[in-house]
Nanobody, 123 residues
Framework: QVQVVESGGGLAQFGGSMNLSCAVSGAYTSIETMRWLRQAPGPGESRAAVAVLTRSGTTRYVDAVAGRFTISRENTENMVYLQMHNLKPEDTADYFC???????????????WGQGTSVTVSS
């Protein structure tokens, strides 16, 4: 199995910064794609990716966070990060790290995600 654990959430002020971390461990041979998703509070809110990093180094961001958020990876420590700057109240959400991995001896790609970490941005 593969474990994904997010950390670093909390309370931030409007215009502030916050760094989220994601630790990946367990039985896998490679991480193919890494994503940070978020789900805003309230009924009917869906979870959606805001930042993506592929194994080749390609990054993609949704318009709402482009230029403010940066997804990165530390290969030796199997860590994925999300640096968030110029935070806005609409960034308030639970943030989840999701990884697509290859597992030993298996051809498929498997997706795993953690329990999430909450970010609250005050106005």
């Amino acid at each position: 199995q593969v474990q994904v654990v997010e950390s670093g959430g909390g309370l931030a002020q409007f215009g502030g910064s916050m760094n989220l971390s994601c630790a990946v461990s367990g039985a896998y041979t490679s991480i193919e794609t890494m994503r940070w998703l978020r789900q805003a509070p309230g009924p009917g809110e869906s979870r959606a990716a805001v930042a993506v990093l592929t194994r080749s180094g390609t990054t993609r961001y949704v318009d709402a966070v482009a230029g403010r958020f940066t997804i990165s990876r530390e290969n030796t420590e199997n860590m994925v990060y999300l640096q968030m700057h110029n935070l806005k109240p609409e960034d308030t959400a639970d943030y989840f790290c999701e990884v697509d991995v290859r597992r030993p001896g298996l051809p498929e790609i498997y997706s795993y995600w953690g329990q999430g970490t909450s970010v609250t941005v005050s106005s």
